[in-house]
């Protein structure tokens, strides 16, 4: 399994800011092997009372797509 070195790595490469929101979207996907929408992570995040944004969410996980860290499925 990919590691935060992986998170920072990915967002500095993409020339984004490694932040505690990014970290906590990574810790949802990685906290679970179901798979989930967007909306389902974000959700799980607003229950547990963090303050992130649905871009975040959104954005984090194209990011992890596009840096092979996750897989999207149809």
Do not use: C
Not at 10 to 29: C, P, S, Y
Not at 43 to 67: E, G, P, Q
């Amino acid at each position: 399994m990919a590691t935060k070195n992986s998170l920072t790595k990915a967002l500095k490469k993409e020339g984004l800011r490694f932040t505690n929101q990014r970290q906590a979207v990574w810790d949802e996907i990685k906290s679970n092997d179901d798979h989930r929408d967007a909306e389902e992570i974000y959700s799980a995040l607003r229950s547990n009372n963090l303050n992130v944004s649905r871009a975040t969410v959104y954005r984090t996980i194209d990011v992890l797509v596009k840096n092979r860290l996750v897989r999207k499925m149809d």
